[in-house]
């Protein structure tokens, strides 16, 4: 009687178990709160790399961009411009100043694109 009622159990629990194996998946709980906002907004230098990477300029203007109807030759100057500027950013942030040779004929074709020293 007793093995009766054991494989009784063991056969309605295996059904059991069967049946929840083979049943749709619940979707999981949902909150109603909304999740808490965020105390302060990040900082800009999370949001942009880039700017741990240059050293701060005080009142340094940014070049305004290239019109697009601009004649050729000027956008080609804009853009040797643009290079040397960035020849220069490259430059001081590895250290290297106006006492390296680099440095001052970066500044010597700056000076001649601008039409004199600064």
Known sequence: MRLTIAAIFL????????????????????????????????????????????????????????AIAAPIDQQKMQSYHNGLISQQRALESQGIGLGSEQYRAVQQQLNQLNGGPR
């Open 11 to 66: 056969l309605c629990t295996a059904g059991a178990m069967a049946d929840a194996q083979t049943a749709a998946p619940l979707a999981p709980p949902l909150s109603p709160a909304l999740p808490p906002a965020p105390s302060s907004s990040l900082s800009p230098i999370l949001t942009r790399p880039s700017l741990a990477q240059r050293p701060y300029l005080p009142g340094a203007p940014a070049a305004p961009a290239p």
